[in-house]
Nanobody
C-alpha cells in the first residue's frame, strides 16, 4: 500500500488542523492505521492508531483529548483532527499502515507515508 499524507502547515498555538492520509490499493481495510510524529532532534513517537474497522482507537497521553483519529474505508483515507495545538506538537507527522494488527509500535507498521510538517507558533 502507498500512503500520501497532507495537511501540514503553520498553525498558531491553540488552533486546529486536520491531517489527511490517502492510501492506494484495494486492501485498505486490512490495515490498522497509525499516526506518528518526529520533532527536530527527537525520536519518532506514536500519536494515534485506529483499527481496521475504525471501531477501536488509541492515543498517546500527550494528545489524548485533543486529537481524534478517524478513517473512511470507502475512500481509503485516514484523518487526524488536531485541536488545542501546542508548540510541542511541532513535528513531521507520518501516517503508517499495519497489516492485520493493532499496534502503537512504529516497528510493527509496514508502510509509511512521506510525512507532513506541522509547525505550531506560540
Amino acid at each position: 500500500v502507498q500512503l500520501q499524507a497532507s495537511g501540514g502547515g503553520l498553525v498558531q498555538a491553540g488552533g486546529s488542523r486536520t491531517l489527511s492520509c490517502a492510501a492506494s490499493g484495494r486492501t485498505f481495510s486490512s490495515y490498522s492505521m497509525g499516526w506518528f510524529r518526529q520533532a527536530p532532534g527527537k525520536a519518532r513517537e506514536f500519536v494515534a492508531v485506529i483499527s481496521m474497522s475504525g471501531a477501536t482507537t488509541a492515543y498517546a497521553d500527550s494528545v489524548k483529548g485533543r486529537f481524534t483519529i478517524s478513517r473512511d474505508n470507502a475512500k481509503n483515507t485516514v484523518a487526524l483532527q488536531m485541536n488545542s495545538l501546542k508548540p510541542e506538537d511541532t513535528a513531521v507527522y507520518y501516517c503508517a499502515a499495519d497489516y492485520m494488527r493493532f499496534s502503537t509500535s512504529a516497528r510493527n507498521h509496514d508502510y509509511w507515508g512521506q510525512g507532513t510538517l506541522v509547525t505550531i507558533s506560540s
